[in-house]
């Protein structure tokens, strides 16, 4: 009489063998992806002006109807110009 401890071999080792084949095919395109990601976003950061430096792009925000502009007062409130 056999135990549930018993240790027996699968019965199927090819069923086996083609499912870590396929884990791994998997996890391979995985890894591949996201170092081609990785490489992409490194080669945006050198690649933009400054050379990746801490540069400040300047925005306004304007009404196109009346010209006017908004900008950032002293004590941190917006506020309208002419």
Do not use: Q, W
């Not at 401890?5 to 084949?21: G, T, V």
């Amino acid at each position: 009489m056999n135990s549930f401890l018993d240790e027996k071999e699968p019965e199927d080792n090819k069923a086996i063998s083609h499912m870590f084949i396929y884990a791994n095919v998997c996890l391979s395109i995985i890894s591949v992806s996201l170092l081609v990601i990785s490489v992409c976003l490194v080669m945006r950061v050198f690649s933009e002006p400054g050379n990746g430096k801490n540069s400040i792009r300047k925005i306004s925000i304007c009404d196109p109807e009346t010209n006017r502009c908004v900008k950032v007062n002293a004590g941190r409130r917006l506020e309208t110009t002419n």
